[in-house]
């Protein structure tokens, strides 16, 4: 005993040995990180081996997971033609920490028309609906609507307004959302956009008809939540996320259902110039515009 207690004297003492760090058992380095982000965990895990070793501890990243991760990953596994079950095998041999670092890039489902990844700092989901799964009145007209390509969207493409008199855009997702409350937002574009000589230019000869009348946008849930707000579209030349409203999910294992749209049915005057690129959930307190750092 006193040969251990003189191999850890301080400097001062016979041992000339003082603990560090790197003495910690990993262990308890791991109940530490279990109460930071995960970006602190991965910074902290530079410091030493001891560190490095607890910061992929599989109880500390499970702890980090939604609760329905299982859920999200056999959302993917559906995604992949007859390789479901080989993907399901993949996910059983990855750590906690591999899981958790997958589910953080943009996971595309439903023919890629949707997407859902992980917040990185709380774990929650993150959602982004493309135009191409929205309903959109009057798509198929060419006289009225395009889909056009850019590089300003997850999806490569927007549903580009030239004018119509009855605007309307609704769209639905059920999805099995992780405890906790989402905030819903349409991101809009005033102005067609595209490149000249590698400068952006936003083309406005077909804006009109917004400052007449407001948008409505509207919210319902499978559990009765709805919410209504309205607001005139401006800003050309910028990427906007307009707000639609918040809802609460309190069961993870139940499969929550959300219709959502936004409209100017006053047909005593026509509106343009408009593009659709998504609809966006996000978890209440994290703004879209901190994470799409592409919107100009």
Request: hydrophobic share 35%.
């Amino acid at each position: 005993m006193g040969t251990g207690a003189s191999s850890i004297a301080g400097p001062d003492g016979e041992g000339g040995y003082r603990p560090g760090l790197e003495d910690l058992p990993e262990a308890c380095v791991a109940c530490v990180l279990l109460h930071l982000d995960p970006p602190e965990i991965c910074r902290v895990a530079r410091l030493n081996r001891a560190f490095r070793g607890a910061a992929s501890a599989d109880f500390v990243w499970e702890s980090k997971l939604p609760s329905n991760y299982g859920y999200l990953l056999e959302k993917l596994a559906q995604e992949e033609d007859g390789g479901g079950h080989q993907r399901r095998r993949r996910a059983k041999r990855l750590g906690k920490k591999e899981i958790y670092a997958s589910l953080c890039h943009p996971n595309p489902f439903d023919g890629g028309t949707k997407m859902f990844w992980l917040e990185k700092y709380k774990g929650g989901i993150c959602m982004s609906i493309s135009s191409k799964a929205l309903s959109i009145t009057g798509i198929d007209d060419r006289r009225y609507w395009n889909y056009v390509p850019t590089e300003e969207s997850r999806f490569h493409t927007v549903a580009y307004l030239q004018q119509i008199w009855w605007f309307e855009v609704d769209g639905e997702i059920e999805f099995s959302f992780p405890a906790g409350v989402y905030s819903l937002f349409f991101r809009l574009h005033l102005g067609r956009v595209s490149k000249r000589l590698g400068r952006r230019i936003c083309n406005p000869e077909h804006i009109h008809g917004w400052d007449i009348k407001p948008v409505c946008f509207q919210l319902s849930t499978s559990s009765g939540q709805q919410t209504r707000t309205q607001c005139f579209l401006d800003g050309p030349g910028n990427w906007i996320h307009y707000p639609v409203g918040e809802f609460m999910v309190e069961n993870s294992d139940v499969l929550t259902k959300i219709k959502f749209s936004m409209t100017q049915i006053d047909c005593t005057h026509t509106k343009g110039g408009l593009c659709v690129d998504s609809v966006l959930i996000f978890p209440s307190g994290v703004r879209p515009e901190k994470v799409f750092v592409h919107d100009r």
